[in-house]
């Protein structure tokens, strides 16, 4: 079953970034994926989304994401999570929920819904 197969690659996604490694993470997108943290603007393709990761990942020194639910239901899949994230002495545990649209094993768009506030107070 398809939806099965993308929640099993979401989860693996999501497995993935303890690893910090935006190559990895990038090669879960379809070339013209795009990832939009709704706070700020969406990114449009792969290359593009692999700057993006690598950015806002630069100073971290550890995250574990622990997923709460996770569903499926043909190419969509959304999943809650607890994003916890190191950066030297700083920490935040940030409350997410991620909408992935998923083409062909891929992630085509991916969507993460969460309170900017929470991580930028945490990590100022």
Known sequence: MVGNDNVTTI???IEAWSRLDPDELASFFTEDGCYH??????VSGRDNVRAMIAGFTANWTATQWDLHHVVGSGDVVIAE????????????DLPCVGVFEMEAGKIK???DYF???????AMA
């Open 37 to 42: 943290n709704m706070p700020m603007g969406p």
């Open 81 to 92: 999570r607890l994003d916890r994230t190191q950066a030297g002495d700083k920490s935040v």
């Open 109 to 111: 768009v991916w969507r």
């Open 11 to 13: 989860t693996r996604f």
């Open 115 to 121: 309170d900017l506030s929470t991580y930028t107070k």
